[in-house]
């Protein structure tokens, strides 16, 4: 709404985006952070302090897909391949390591080559540069 725009100023910036920075899922936080806008000014101190509402949500969620893709050592495509489409608490996501069902099994396999394989090629990459550097 033109409203919205005309309170939002370079200093603040929308509900979803101080989510992301804070690594929070935006619908479990408080009415009054996702009715936004947050300042800069307001999002420092949230890092800097954070109330009993934002530690509870790091520390037991519900969690982002990239936070809980990251705690399974997964992709967020593998999660979606593996049926998880909401976000998770920290709960769900130690039941799920526990359990560890085939595709989680196959999935962290996947994310592992896929890690090796970048490391291969970042190392390569430097290897180039390195022989570039000292022929030159």
């Known amino acids: 709404s033109p409203e919205y725009s005309r309170r939002m100023s370079s200093q603040s910036m929308k509900p979803v985006t101080a989510a992301k920075k804070l690594d929070v899922y ?3 936080t408080p009415a009054q952070f996702q009715q936004g806008p947050v300042t800069r000014a307001e999002l420092t101190a949230l890092q800097a302090d954070p109330p009993q509402w934002l530690r509870d949500l790091r520390t037991q969620g519900p969690h982002p897909k990239n936070l809980v893709a990251a705690k399974l050592g997964v992709s967020i495509a ?4 593996g049926g998880i489409t909401d976000a998770l608490t920290t709960e769900q996501i130690a039941g799920l390591l526990a359990e560890m069902p085939e595709w989680l099994s196959a999935e962290r396999a996947t994310q592992s080559q896929v890690r090796r394989d ?3 090629v970042k190392s390569l990459h ?3 540069r390195q022989s570039r550097d000292t022929d030159g």
């Open 78 to 81: 593998g999660l979606l391949r």
């Open 118 to 120: 970048e490391r291969r």
């Open 26 to 28: 935006l619908p479990a």
């Open 126 to 128: 430097s290897d180039r």
